[in-house]
Every structure is written in C-alpha cells, then in structure tokens.
C-alpha cells in the first residue's frame, strides 16, 4: 500500500537558520502533497502544499519542492524563528491521505 | 468556535464504560474523519466519510464504532476499550473525501483508558 517516510524525525536549528525536512512516497499516482504544522496542544494546521504540476511553490519563509521523478517532496523553512518551533507532518494523497510520521522541529535561541 | 468542533476534549473511562466522541463541523464540507494520534503513531487515519457513507475503514477494531448522521456531525462510539487506546482522537473534514482539498482539523478529544 502507499506509504510516506519522514525525515528526520527530529531538527534542532539556531535561530535564522534554514531548516529542511523530506518526505517521500510510494504511489505514483499521488497528486498532491500538503504539510501540516502542529504546535504543541494545538491542532494541525495547513501551512503550504503543492500538487503534482509544480515543481515548487514558496509562500514568505516557507516553501515546497517536489521531484516527481524520484518520488520525493521537501519543505524548506528559511530565516527560521522561535514560532516556527513545531511538528510538522507531510502527506501524499491519490484517493486517499497518507502522512508521515512528523518531524519535531526545534528553534534554538 | 467556527470551523471544526469536538466534545469532550478530555476523556477519562474505564474498559468496561461505553462513552462517545463527537464532531461537529460549519464550514459546509461533505467529508469527515476520525484520526488516532499517539507517540507510536502520529497520525493514523481511522474512518473517511464522504456526504454520510462510510468511504474507508483502516483496520479498526470493532471496539470503534463511527455514525456519521448527517454531513455536519460524526461521531466515535468506544466500548470495552484498552488502555493502549489511550491517545489524542481528531476529526477534520474536508469539501470532498478524495483530490486536492485541505483538511481542517478539530482540536481532538484526550481520552484516557484506566
């Protein structure tokens, strides 16, 4: 079945770094591939996606990329701040959502 | 609160109780679903409804019982639960089950298995 990885698991970054997170997919038919950000006690929460006609999109400090060819997408955070302190979770999606297992990211002051 | 709602958001019973989850969205969607997240397992789909029938089942135990009475309200009926049941239950919603639409998730429902 569709399975997403998640990488890594765990990001610490100084503050005003960049952070990357990966994930990758199996199904190629998937066609859009949305990141969710969840703050601690909060629920998630759309920040960006991009569907499989793009090859990347940025919204300010955030941006998606997306190799369709080698089944893999990228979230990239730039000029990163302490509010951008999270998990945050990829997802695949043909006819039905997969996500992957979140990435804990943790701004250092 | 607009958007997607859920009661109680904490939840304390015992294996032998029968207690029920509820989710109310206003944002004139016609999926619904019902998320498991835990330590072990981030964030594990349970059950997809799409306009009231009930679309997919991820290998739930029968423990769960989802109702989906209208487009609006989903529910999630526990009984005999075990305390590795023990997790933090979303719903979200979506205007479609399927395709390229954002989900909107509801503040979840802390439920403890004593």
């Known amino acids: 079945g569709e399975n997403v990885e998640q990488h890594p698991s765990t990001l610490s970054v100084q503050e005003g770094d960049s952070a990357v997170i990966k994930c990758t997919y199996s199904?190629?038919?998937?066609?859009?591939f949305p990141w969710y950000k969840q703050e601690l006690g909060k629920r998630p929460q759309l920040i960006i996606d991009i569907r499989s006609n793009v090859g990347e999109k940025k919204d300010q400090r955030i941006a998606v990329t997306l190799n369709k060819t080698a089944k893999h997408f990228s979230l990239h955070i730039t000029e990163t701040q302490p509010e951008d302190s999270a998990v945050y979770f990829c997802?695949?999606?043909?006819?039905?959502?997969?996500f992957g297992k979140g990435t804990r990211l943790h701004i250092l002051p | 609160e607009t958007g997607v709602t859920q009661t109680p958001r904490h939840l304390v019973m015992g294996m032998t109780n029968k207690k029920s989850l509820k989710c109310e969205q206003h944002?004139?969607?016609?999926?619904m679903y019902w998320y498991k997240q835990s330590a072990k397992k981030p964030l594990e789909l349970m059950f997809v409804y799409s306009l009231e029938e009930r679309v997919e089942n991820n290998s739930v135990p029968s423990r769960f019982s989802p109702e989906c009475p209208n487009s609006s309200h989903l529910f999630l009926h526990l009984h005999t639960l075990q305390p590795e049941d023990s997790a933090l239950y979303l719903c979200a919603s979506s205007q479609v089950a399927t395709g390229t639409y954002e989900q909107y998730f509801g503040p979840g429902t802390r439920l403890t298995v004593t």
């Open positions: 997802a695949a999606r043909d006819d039905k959502i997969i």
């Open positions: 199904d190629s038919a998937s066609n859009y």
């Open positions: 944002l004139g969607h016609n999926a």
